[in-house]
């Protein structure tokens, strides 16, 4: 569904929080707003002509900066994968589509597609796509980004990586051919590469024009990374081959400062995936209907590798957390660096066609920074069964001592993004109790009455703590529903 972005604002002062959201208006919501009804169907969905031809025309009005490359015609940009805040600007993701500039204010308007300062020209939006989860270096200040062409008009699939510098201009890019048209939902950086993750996960055009699943998942089918110097060109990729597995998110990369020649990544690995439903799953090494979509278990698990890029090898693979969980987040004045602490969002068991959660897992990676967990981490977590969501703030610092995280008392959680974030320098008895905090919610539909306008809600804090969705086993610094 289309995106909408909420926002927490926390006042220390009183212990109350206000609370807004809004739909990101993106061409095809105004469209289908205007037309009052739905005008567009999914990826998933037949392409009737009525529909490629109504894409078709959108993207003829507004020919000089479509919000969509070429080959994405018949579902809309949803801007629903991700909140990113770079440069001074809050921009909402989508991976098929352009990121969406949002105004930070309280009635997070819609701003339109973001030019990056003029810095990205027509046949740029035309030819290419934003990820959904760009990284931004906290040392340069700049967001590292890519892009996936799954139908090249050469009949080669490549990924463009990007920089967006610090002042919020393109500064560089660089194509690089793939061998299959993978989904690549993350990317990975260190302080000075990009790690590409080229799973099998591979897009079938002749499926999606026979309104089949699109996409195909081979469990017997090597995973590859691609290592790229930070500026590097297109011949100065490295493709290192792997074990099979999908990995959808990242939780940090960076060189191994013992021999500069090695790249430590932490990925939330699965051996198979459906995409949520649009992939076909099989093995390629037994017999042609040796699996379905319907028989895939989605249960990804924290995965370290190490890899020489001069050898082009895996020099080790390990699964280091035996609890199953995704969505990761990590202070992010440590992303790209040596790094001891991440956080991720538990898999409730046993496993749903959409997945829930029902735990927050404080990963341990040793041997990194001192002070990477002081301050706090944000939840938004939407209540399934009551029709209800909460913000949790949880102490960084806290420590479970049975490694099982803090544990949720209902298993209809649903967690809702990877903007949730450590904000670093507020720790335990700092003081500093004041932030703001924007929030992606990637199914609101329903949540909204009224699309026209911010939903304001004032909370005091003592409301409603019976149904507490937290265990109080680790500490809560506060709670408030939204």
């Known amino acids: ?44 969905d037949p392409p009737l002509p009525i529909e490629i031809l109504r894409g078709l025309v959108s993207k003829a009005k507004n020919w000089a900066r479509p919000d969509a490359p070429y080959w994405v015609i018949q579902q809309p940009n949803f801007a629903n994968n991700g909140l990113t805040y770079h440069a001074g600007r ?90 299959r048209a993978s989904m690549q939902h993350d990317v990975a950086i260190t302080t000075t590469r990009t790690i590409l993750l080229d799973g099998p996960l591979v897009f079938s055009l002749e499926k999606s024009m026979a309104a089949e699943n699109p996409f195909d998942f081979d469990r017997d089918a090597r995973s590859r990374f691609g290592v790229l110097p930070r500026r590097g060109s297109t011949e100065e990729i490295v493709w290192i081959e792997a074990d099979p597995g999908f990995s959808f998110h990242v939780l940090n990369a960076w060189d191994d400062p013992e021999n500069p020649d090695q790249v430590v990544l932490f990925t939330y690995r699965m051996l198979e995936t459906s995409a949520l439903g649009m992939a076909d799953v099989f093995s390629s090494l037994e017999a042609p209907d040796s699996g379905s979509t319907t028989d895939c278990e989605e249960k990804a698990r924290l995965h370290r590798v190490v890899l020489n890029v001069p050898e082009a090898r895996v020099l080790e693979s390990e699964t280091v957390c035996d609890i199953y969980s995704d969505f990761p987040c990590m202070n992010p004045n440590y992303v790209g660096r040596h790094t001891r602490y991440g956080w991720s969002a538990g898999i409730s068991m046993p496993l749903t066609s959409i997945p829930t959660f029902d735990a927050i897992l404080k990963h341990d990676l040793s041997n990194g920074q001192t002070g990477e967990d002081d301050g706090h981490v944000l939840v938004m977590t939407h209540i399934i069964n009551e029709d209800r969501a909460e913000l949790l703030i949880l102490d960084a610092q806290d420590d479970p001592s049975d490694n099982d ?40 539909a329903e949540l909204a009455k009224n699309p026209e306008h911010s939903h304001q809600v004032d909370d005091e804090s003592g409301a409603g703590s019976s149904t507490a969705l937290l265990c109080a086993r680790r500490g809560i610094t506060q709670r408030f529903y939204v």
């Open 90 to 179: 809050l921009l909402a993701t989508y991976e098929a589509g352009s990121a969406y500039q949002l105004d930070v204010s309280p009635e997070l308007a819609t701003l339109g597609v973001c030019t990056f300062g003029d810095s990205l020209g027509t046949g740029d939006f035309w030819a290419e796509n934003f990820t959904a989860h760009p990284k931004i270096c906290p040392i340069t200040g700049e967001m590292i980004y890519i892009g996936y062409n799954l139908v090249p008009l050469d009949g080669t699939p490549c990924v463009t990586v990007g920089i967006v510098d610090a002042a919020g201009r393109v500064c560089h890019r660089t194509t690089v051919a793939t061998s």
């Open 1 to 44: 569904g289309c995106g909408m972005v909420h926002y927490v604002r926390l006042r220390g002062k009183d212990n109350s929080a206000a609370y807004g959201c809004r739909f990101v208006r993106t061409r095809g919501f105004e469209e289908e707003q205007a037309a009052g009804k739905r005008l567009y169907v999914s990826i998933r």
């Open 405 to 444: 995280g803090w544990t949720l008392q209902k298993k209809s959680g649903f967690f809702q993004s990877k903007a949730d974030r450590v904000l670093g320098g507020g720790g335990s008895g700092s003081g500093k109790t004041d932030w703001g905090v924007a929030h992606l919610h990637e199914q609101a």
